[in-house]
C-alpha cells in the first residue's frame, strides 16, 4: 500500500485536478487528459499545457477518429517540441475551481470578479 495521497501531488498551473489527470513532458509541459472517475466512458480529448498554464494545443476524439494518423502525428510533435518552436497566436487558459494560476496571471471568470 503506497502513503502517497492524492493531495500531495502538486498539479500544475492551467490543469484541473478535480477533472483531469497529466503526464509531465521532457520540454517541461503537461499532456493532460480527463480523468476516469469522471469520463467513465473513456478520453474523448486531449491537450497539451505550457507550464505557466496556457493551453497549447487541444484535440478531441472526433478529429482523431477523422485523420488518426495526423493527430497522433501531431501529439507526438507537440510533446516533445521546445516551446519556441510552438506558435500560439492567443493565450487560452480553461480552469476549474482549484485551478492556480502563476503570480502575476490575472483573470475575470465570466460574469464574475477578478482574482486580485
Known sequence: MSDLKEDVIE???????????????????????????????GCDYVRIVHSDGCEQVYWDSEEWK???????????????MRDDLLKVPEKYYQFGPHVTFPEGVKYTPYGGTSNE
Open 66 to 80: 477523422q485523420e488518426p494518423a495526423f493527430v497522433m502525428g501531431a501529439i507526438c510533435g507537440c510533446m516533445l
Open 11 to 41: 498539479f500544475p498551473h492551467g490543469v484541473c485536478p478535480d477533472t483531469e489527470m497529466w503526464i509531465p513532458l521532457p520540454n517541461g509541459n503537461a499532456f493532460v487528459f480527463p480523468h476516469a472517475k469522471v469520463s467513465p466512458e
